[in-house]
T-cell receptor, first 110, second 111 residues
Framework: DQQVKQNSPSLSVQEGRISILNCDYT??????FLWYKKYPAEGPTFLIS?????DKNEDGRFTVFLNKSAKHLSLHIVPSQPGDSAVYFC?????????FGGGTRLMVKP | DSGVTQTPKHLITATGQRVTLRCSPR?????VYWYQQSLDQGLQFLIQ???????AKGNILERFSAQQFPDLHSELNLSSLELGDSALYFC??????????FGPGTRLTVL
């Protein structure tokens, strides 16, 4: 039973355009959501997070949106850069235990 | 560099064997988490330790065990290894709260 799902295994965008990565969850107890970026042969790196009391959080080129009624969150990267090419995982937490989605591979083409 | 170290980086062993993976958390972090990532899948939470005590358990097999020592480093022991145990094993640490910092992982190959 996958409580956190990333339905797009891959996404390809042109450099300079917007990348939108999506994530759905089923557990209403989740109250904190995070996005991690992972390069090959490295561990996941924290990118941005959002609490369930907010619907948007921005950090530079990265913005996370949370729609609690739809149990959906998305990560927007604007503008996308070739160095953003990586696998992106969303994760959700009811406390301090993280449940991860399966990841989306983002490829940003120059 | 997250500040979390894991050894070894790679491990190749045979079915039925036992291995130990080691993790040193970031300085000051009391919580250590272990995750398993099988091929092309997300990270599966295995177990969490906080200041030497088990705090939470996920989908950890009975053949697997972990501990956290007084110096806060942690070890994940995998025994009676099977082919399906081949995976990346990540350790993460946290000072508290939801944000976790991940190590570079140990790639385990069971032949």
């Amino acid at each position: 039973d996958q409580q956190v799902k990333q339905n797009s295994p891959s996404l390809s965008v042109q450099e300079g355009r917007i990348s939108i990565l999506n994530c759905d969850y089923t557990n209403s107890m989740f109250d904190y959501f995070l996005w991690y970026k992972k390069y090959p042969a490295e561990g996941p790196t924290f990118l941005i997070s959002i609490s369930s009391i907010k619907d948007k959080n921005e950090d530079g080129r990265f913005t996370v949106f949370l729609n609690k009624s739809a149990k959906h969150l998305s990560l927007h990267i604007v503008p996308s850069q070739p160095g953003d090419s990586a696998v992106y995982f969303c994760a959700a937490s009811p406390g301090n235990m993280l449940t991860f989605g399966g990841g989306t591979r983002l490829m940003v083409k120059p | 560099d997250s500040g979390v170290t894991q050894t070894p980086k790679h491990l190749i062993t045979a079915t039925g064997q036992r291995v130990t993976l080691r993790c040193s958390p970031r300085s000051g972090d009391l919580s250590v988490y272990w995750y398993q990532q099988s091929l092309d899948q997300g990270l599966q939470f295995l177990i969490q330790y906080y200041n030497g005590e088990e705090r939470a358990k996920g989908n950890i097999l009975e053949r697997f065990s972990a501990q956290q020592f007084p110096d806060l480093h942690s070890e994940l022991n995998l025994s009676s290894l099977e082919l399906g145990d081949s995976a990346l094993y990540f350790c993460a640490s946290s000072p508290g709260g939801e944000k976790q910092f991940f190590g570079p992982g140990t790639r385990l190959t069971v032949l």
